[in-house]
């Protein structure tokens, strides 16, 4: 049993995984795993794709990078995929959407090539990544939020800070057990 739960925040590139996570890691005491950073550091890939200007990840390299850290518990999962996870390393699958208009803007002032921004686009369009999640997880675990302002990015952090507190409390040390028989602490934070 981890005494933190591992979060999954995906979507789209752009959407604002990162934003949202470095905020989320200010607020709780969860780590920010960016997965980006870690193909490219322990060389979880199988060289650079010169067209999409991204690694070609090795999944079997980065699940082993991953692994010792994710099964600590505490981690904010920062990846724009979420197929890959076992299901027993996640609790709380985020899924942040865009609109179609405000992506563009995004991704356009990342410079992306056309062809990659043009399937991005699609892919928000189409729900691809939401679908993927619904596809590899219970349902009961993933959420779609809308993060199109900075005020919806607030709100999302104060829910998902909310429910990381939440889990806590389902979830106490060892010693207590599932029932909550030892769980006295009601009422006082
Ligand atoms: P991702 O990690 O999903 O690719 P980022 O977190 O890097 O996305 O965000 C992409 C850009 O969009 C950044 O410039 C960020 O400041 C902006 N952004 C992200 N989320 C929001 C939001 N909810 N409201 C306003 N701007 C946002
Ligand atoms: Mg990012």
């Not at 369009?125 to 993060?147: C, F, G, H, K, P």
């Not at 952090?157 to 909550?180: F, H, L, Y």
């Amino acid at each position: 049993m981890r005494a933190n739960p591992n979060i999954v925040v995906t979507g789209t590139p752009g959407v604002g995984k990162t934003t949202h996570c470095e905020t989320l890691a200010e607020r709780t005491n969860l780590r920010h795993v960016s997965v980006n950073q870690i193909v490219k550091d322990k060389g979880c890939h199988e060289g650079w794709d010169d067209e999409y200007q991204s690694w070609i990840v090795d999944e079997d390299k980065l699940l082993d990078a991953l692994e010792e850290e994710v099964a600590a518990g505490g981690c904010i999962i920062d990846w724009h995929a979420c197929d890959l996870f076992p299901e027993r390393w996640v609790d709380l699958v985020v899924v942040l959407r865009v609109d179609t208009s405000t992506l563009y803007d995004r991704l356009k002032s990342r410079k992306y090539p056309e062809k990659k921004l043009q399937e991005n686009i699609d892919s928000e369009i189409m729900d691809v990544l939401l679908q993927e999640a619904r596809d590899s997880y219970n349902e009961n675990i993933v959420v779609e939020l809308t993060s199109n302002t900075t005020d919806e990015m607030d709100s999302n952090v104060d829910r998902i800070e909310a429910w990381v507190k939440q889990w806590k409390k389902d979830n106490p040390p060892d010693g207590r057990d599932e029932n909550g028989d030892d769980d006295n602490d009601d009422g006082e934070d």
